[in-house]
């Protein structure tokens, strides 16, 4: 009994520990549609003063939608940054990655991150791709 329980016990602390996994965070949809989710991929990307998760959505490798998904990220900052957003929609996977998008006057830092976030969430969309950095 007592090594069932120390089985268990050790099996629940090693699956906190482990990595997120790249299918926790690629969705491939009915349609062929790929949705990443960029919440824990983006932890390193802060911007005013908060992470600025996204959930990018591609098919047949143009990006068809960009959410902001929620933040503790200031407000006023946040909606205005958000805006860039709809920039990267229509472009290709490989037009958005390379692209240079300025960011938005007055919540500079929310928007580096938001691009940053798109930018390394669109790394997910093939995954065998060699740029995949995770």
Do not use: W
């Not at 007592?2 to 690629?26: E, G, N």
């Amino acid at each position: 009994m007592k090594r069932i329980t120390l089985l268990i016990v050790s099996l629940a602390a090693l699956s906190v520990m482990l990595p997120c996994k790249a299918q926790d965070i690629r969705t491939v949809g009915k349609d062929g549609s790929i949705t990443i989710n960029t919440t824990e991929i983006g932890k390193e990307f802060i911007g005013h003063h908060a992470t600025t998760p996204l959930e990018i959505v591609v098919k047949d490798e143009k990006i068809t939608s960009i959410k902001a998904l929620p933040s503790d990220e200031t407000p006023s900052y946040y909606e205005k940054a958000i805006t860039l957003l709809k920039s990267f929609v229509g472009m290709t996977v490989k037009e958005a990655s390379e692209v240079e998008i300025d960011a938005v006057t007055g919540c500079t830092m929310s928007s580096i991150a938001l691009i940053q976030n798109v930018k390394e969430g669109l790394k997910y969309v093939n995954p065998t791709s060699s740029n995949k950095s995770k």
